[in-house]
T-cell receptor, first 113, second 115 residues
């Protein structure tokens, strides 16, 4: 069965610091990969997605993620975070029979102003 | 992006009663809808996958007789929590997608409180 692992549960950064959130998945076949963000009190929003093609994916709000197939990874990055990036970030994988979407445990990011 | 609407956003019910939550895709036809449950400070746990016109596929450990899912049309799926108990109190989220290779869009969630 597929699974998604997010390495950091809580991250605290100062504004302008660089961000990298790790995500690894376990599934040997074709996958679709996503990063979602959940701002306090709001519902999930899609940050970016990878289906095929260029493994470096650019998303909204300056986020990007790189799919490294050999490492089963899809890490999220942002060169310079802002206070408004404070949120919870979920990595998700869509694979397997039925292509159900499975989420990682989430990473809570707090950016200090 | 596409819009998925969930109703109600909050519901309080008495223990032993049933509650129905609706999930609608407003501007696309959703062949598949997913129901998730999110406990406080935890991730989304997939409860079941429903394809239009067929029975839902439940994840291991989810009681199908307790969480009834109906996906009667390409724009509507419902989750009914039957004989609700306080431990069923949670945040329930639906998502919908058009095909296997498209992203899923999420509803705003339903906060269920069983008293």
């Amino acid at each position: 069965a597929q699974s998604v692992s997010q390495h950091n549960h809580h991250v605290i950064l100062s504004e302008a610091a660089s961000l990298e959130l790790g995500c690894n998945y376990s599934y040997g076949g074709t996958v679709n990969l996503f990063w979602y963000v959940q701002y306090p009190g709001q519902h999930l929003q899609l940050l970016l997605k990878y289906f095929s093609g260029d493994p470096l994916v650019k998303g909204i709000k300056g986020f990007e993620a790189e799919f490294i197939k050999s490492k089963f990874s899809f890490n999220l990055r942002k060169p310079s975070v802002q206070w408004s990036d404070t949120a919870e970030y979920f990595c998700a994988v869509n694979a397997g029979g039925g292509f159900k979407t499975i989420f990682g445990a989430g990473t809570r990011l707090f950016v200090k102003a | 992006g596409a819009v998925v609407s969930q109703h109600p956003s909050r519901v309080i019910c008495k223990s032993g009663t049933s509650v129905k939550i609706e999930c609608r895709s407003l501007d696309f036809q959703a062949t598949t809808m997913f129901w998730y449950r999110q406990f406080p400070k935890q991730s989304l746990m997939l409860m079941a996958t429903s394809n239009e016109g067929s029975k839902a596929t439940y994840e291991q450990g989810v009681e199908k007789d307790k969480f009834l899912i109906n996906h009667a049309s390409l724009t509507l799926s419902t989750l009914t929590v039957t004989s609700a108990h306080p431990e069923d109190s949670s945040f329930y989220i639906c998502s919908a997608r058009q095909t296997e290779n498209t992203e899923a869009f999420f509803g705003q969630g339903t906060r269920l409180t069983v008293v």
